[in-house]
């Protein structure tokens, strides 16, 4: 898929075909941390703390990290794990992948495996995570595909284990939300042309959010899989996020 053809291409195909996903991330990952960090004021890099947050992380615990991207959340959740345990991140991107294995020597001595995969057809074993976490993950999932994602994240639970996931959102609030759909469909994609990527791709993230809207859905996926789950609004509901537990 060559980078001029990324967003025509995804009015006509299936935006939610894992392969075009992996595309569009493939080619968004030279600019994807900077343009990300400019365009939300520093928001992603809050809001990862938060969704980190959410997670009762402790030394010695095995953590999944799902759809890590580069790896932006592995330094603060080996703040928590204090480099005892293992961290499993796992992408889809293969050139996501390559850049997060440089955030190894962000974290030499914790154990860290890395596993390019689809999460919807994962290898991860049933009951083998005491945490799994996934920041900016599940909006380029369809319905259809979040079930998949539930039903996978409550069997690679161990029982007793918790998870947290968040995601930019549509706010609720009327007076808000035209203002900051106009801001994901514009201002990020001059961003991110400013930084020299293709804005098409980060236009693309403005029309996966607006098909998202929230982590509500994701909520009762989760609920309908087994799991006990809670729901945090932050920033006025620009980001939601999901944490809870698996039953022992
Ligand atoms: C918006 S990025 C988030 C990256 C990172 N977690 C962060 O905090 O910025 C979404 C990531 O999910 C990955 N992804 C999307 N669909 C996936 C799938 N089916 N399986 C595994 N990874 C996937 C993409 O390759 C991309 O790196």
């Known amino acids: 898929m060559d980078g001029a053809g990324v967003y025509s291409f995804a009015m006509t195909e299936d935006i939610y075909d894992p392969n075009f996903v992996k595309g569009l991330f493939n080619e968004m990952s030279k600019t994807y941390g900077i343009t990300n960090?400019?365009?939300?004021?520093?928001?992603?890099?809050?809001?990862?703390?938060?969704?980190?947050?959410?997670?009762?992380?402790?030394?010695?615990?095995?953590?999944?990290?799902?759809?890590?991207?580069?790896?932006e959340c592995w330094n603060l959740?080996?703040?928590?794990?204090?480099?005892?345990g293992k961290l499993v991140a796992l992408d889809i991107s293969e050139v996501m992948c390559s850049q997060a294995s440089r955030q190894r020597e962000q974290v030499p001595a914790l154990d860290v495996s890395l596993l390019n995969e689809?999460?919807?057809?994962?290898?991860?074993?049933?009951?083998?995570?005491?945490?799994?976490?996934?920041?900016?993950?599940?909006?380029?999932?369809s319905d259809d595909q979040k079930v998949v994602v539930a039903e996978q994240i409550a069997r690679i639970l161990k029982p007793g284990g918790s998870f947290s996931l968040l995601e930019i959102s549509v706010p609720k609030q009327p007076l808000l939300r035209p203002p900051y759909m106009t801001y994901l469909k514009y201002c990020i994609p001059l961003t991110g042309k400013l930084f020299m990527g293709n804005p098409d791709n980060y236009r693309m993230l403005g029309v996966?959010?607006?098909?998202?809207?929230?982590?509500?859905?994701?909520?009762?996926?989760?609920?309908?899989?087994?799991?006990?789950?809670?729901?945090?609004?932050?920033?006025?509901?620009?980001?939601?996020?999901?944490c809870g537990t698996k039953s022992k």
């Open 37 to 71: 960090y400019i365009s939300s004021f520093g928001f992603c890099e809050r809001w990862r703390r938060q969704c980190i947050e959410l997670a009762p992380l402790a030394p010695g615990m095995i953590v999944y990290d799902l759809m890590t991207g580069m790896g």
């Open 77 to 84: 959740i080996n703040q928590k794990l204090k480099n005892e």
């Open 118 to 141: 689809d999460f919807l057809n994962n290898s991860l074993s049933d009951n083998s995570a005491h945490c799994v976490i996934s920041s900016f993950g599940i909006k380029t999932f």
């Open 208 to 242: 996966y959010t607006e098909r998202f809207k929230d982590c509500r859905l994701m909520k009762s996926l989760l609920e309908q899989a087994g799991l006990r789950v809670e729901l945090k609004d932050l920033f006025f509901g620009c980001a939601t996020a999901l």
